[in-house]
T-cell receptor, first 116, second 110 residues
Framework: NAGVTQTPKFRVLKTGQSMTLLCAQDMNHEYMYWYRQDPGMGLRLIHYSVGEGTTAKGEVPDGYNVSRLKKQNFLLGLESAAPSQTSVYFC???????????????FGPGTRLLVL | DAKTTQPPSMDCAEGRAANLPCNHSTISGNEYVYWYRQIHSQGPQYIIHGLKNNETNEMASLIITEDRKSSTLILPHATLRDTAVYYCIVRVAADYQFYFGTGTSLTVIP
């Protein structure tokens, strides 16, 4: 049981390049999330998914797209990377989020992205 | 608008109890209080959560005031490995989003 995994762990991009970050979970969780964390700040939600085939915008969705074609995978795409997207990206998953608020999020190890 | 207010940093001596405060004066009746922590460069880790009763688990205790406008996370015997940023979050059960603030940076001193 690997939990939540993220690939790659680190990436350097040039401005305007595109890339996809992959998040995978083996806990059969319904809900998955993508966050970014900038230095000295907490996590900000980019997009999330409440089930296979569904996605929704979070706090800071601009410049990112996501897809949830399979329940276990949640992809985050940057179509045209900008220096402002330099950050650490965390993926998380959780089981049913409606059960009285008793469910928690499980986080991946993070992906460090540097956009030059 | 920030839902929670936490001190930016705290120190605690190793072996002593660490008491981390959080103000959530605008909390509504159906919002839970969650605590997470993040050790440097790692993903956040769930610690504990509660609605209105005090809670305890193997990691920590959560004390929520009667009016629910503030809470305290207690690490009973802090170790060096407890050095981390601690986030207090309030959320509605049906809300899919977790709003992380800037948290409290706890340093456990030998």
């Amino acid at each position: 049981n690997a939990g939540v995994t993220q690939t790659p762990k680190f990436r350097v991009l040039k401005t305007g390049q595109s890339m996809t970050l992959l998040c995978a979970q083996d806990m059969n969780h319904e809900y998955m999330y993508w966050y970014r964390q900038d230095p000295g700040m907490g996590l900000r939600l980019i997009h999330y998914s409440v089930g296979e085939g569904t996605t929704a915008k979070g706090e800071v969705p601009d410049g990112y797209n996501v897809s949830r074609l399979k329940k276990q995978n949640f992809l985050l795409g940057l179509e045209s990377a900008a220096p402002s997207q330099t950050s650490v990206y965390f993926c998380a998953s959780s089981p049913n989020g409606l059960a009285g608020g008793l469910k928690t999020q499980y986080f991946g190890p993070g992906t460090r992205l540097l956009v030059l | 608008d920030a839902k929670t207010t936490q001190p930016p940093s705290m120190d605690c001596a190793e072996g002593r109890a660490a008491n981390l405060p959080c103000n959530h004066s605008t909390i509504s009746g159906n919002e839970y209080v969650y605590w997470y922590r993040q050790i440097h460069s790692q993903g956040p880790q769930y610690i504990i959560h509660g609605l209105k009763n005090n809670e305890t688990n193997e990691m920590a205790s959560l004390i929520i005031t009667e009016d629910r406008k503030s809470s305290t996370l207690i690490l009973p015997h802090a170790t060096l490995r407890d050095t981390a940023v601690y986030y207090c979050i309030v959320r509605v059960a049906a809300d899919y989003q977790f709003y992380f603030g800037t948290g409290t940076s706890l340093t456990v001193i030998p």
